[in-house]
């Protein structure tokens, strides 16, 4: 079974991913490269870059026995006990951390413009010569070894926690993913509908056999993918060798589209986006579906992009992709 690495492998002392300088897996710096062994290359050092994170250690009980989150757990100085925050959680990808991730994102900064509570969890380490972090997500990414943590269960624990501390607003719990993160932001999607009113997926996909996807309500599905993905095809199939198809990224948005009971189709808005900073122009081609009672359904296609796109985190006169995620999720809180 050959396996592949799917997202930032950073060398312990470049651990910077700046939308202009580091490059993707397709032949660039600060990536790895697409189709290597897990234990091909070496992951950069889980360095907590936490800036003004807050708490006194997670509740060392149940589903968090073991795997505390609050020293990725950022608290924007606006902050306020008397009104209620949106949530954010990030989930990073197979091989990275919470912290790589946000190196990478760059939602702090989102944070603290935007007031809300954000959180970038770690993944259990895998049995992999370099023990990289994974999530549980779907049969396609990425428990390679059958562990089969229960990582649904953690990150509604996380949330419950962090519920516990601060002043939520229950209509604005987000997601965001990528790569096996995004796979885990589906995951939730499906089993979590209650809880999250968004999810964001960079590079990832739901479940190909659906009948693994019964959420309890509607849920606002972004997806977000390059077409020259060769990581995770953007048409579907296999990520490794002999491995189990996931549904690519048209079939995904479809089948959130029937869950939320959509009845127009995807089609293009006439809205262009530039995400990815390597490629000209407006490249990213916005679609979404129409006739969603409840729950929106879009796809960004980064036309030319690969797995690990050049994303603009810098601001400017073009908006920053966390920018324009958290746009996008704070437009589509629960009813």
């Known amino acids: 079974m050959r396996r592949i690495v799917l997202v930032l492998a950073l060398s312990p002392l470049v651990i910077g991913c700046s939308s202009h300088s580091a490059t993707t897996g397709d032949g660039s710096q600060n990536g790895p490269s697409d189709g290597a062994s897990p234990g091909d290359q070496a992951v950069g050092s889980d360095l907590a870059l936490v800036d003004g994170a807050v708490g006194d250690g997670s509740a060392d009980t149940g589903a968090l026995a073991g795997r505390p989150y609050t020293m990725n757990l950022h608290v924007p100085p606006s902050y306020n006990a008397n009104t209620a ?10 091989t990275a951390s919470g912290p790589i991730e946000e190196n990478y994102f760059q939602l702090t900064p989102v944070s603290d413009a935007h007031g809300f509570l954000y959180v970038y969890p ?31 269960g953690y990150i ?24 096996n993160g995004a796979f885990m932001a589906h995951r939730l999607a499906c089993d979590s ?35 020259a993905d060769a990581t995770v095809p953007y048409g579907g ?11 690519g990224a048209v079939e995904t948005v479809g089948d959130w589209a029937k869950l939320n009971h959509c009845t127009g189709t995807l089609a293009a808005t006439g809205q262009t986006l530039d995400l990815d900073s390597n490629l000209a122009g407006s490249e990213t081609q916005v679609s979404a579906y129409a006739g969603c009672p409840t729950g929106a359904v879009e796809l960004w296609t980064i036309n030319g992009g690969s797995h690990i796109p050049a994303l603009r985190t810098t601001p400017g006169t073009i908006p920053t992709w966390g920018e324009l995620v958290y746009g996008w999720l704070s437009a589509h809180p629960k009813p």
Not at 85 to 94: D, E, F, K, R, S
Not at 147 to 152: L, S
Not at 239 to 246: E, F, L, R, V
Request: hydrophobic share 35%.
């Open 237 to 247: 199939g296999p990520i490794y060798t002999g491995g189990p198809p996931a549904p």
């Open 156 to 179: 509604d624990a996380i949330v419950s926690d962090v519920e516990a501390k601060y002043n939520v607003d229950r209509k604005r719990i987000f997601l965001v993913g990528h790569s």
């Open 193 to 227: 509908a209650d809880r999250f009113a968004g999810i964001v997926a960079l590079a990832g996909d739901t479940w190909k056999d659906q009948s693994h996807c019964q959420p309890s309500g509607p849920i606002s599905v972004l997806e977000v993918q390059g077409n």
């Open 122 to 152: 770690d993944g259990t380490p895998d049995q992999s010569p370099n023990h990289y972090r994974f999530w549980n997500a779907t049969d396609a990414c990425c428990d390679f070894y059958g562990a089969k943590p229960d990582d649904v």
């Open 85 to 94: 925050a949106p949530l954010l959680i990030m989930l990073h990808g197979y």
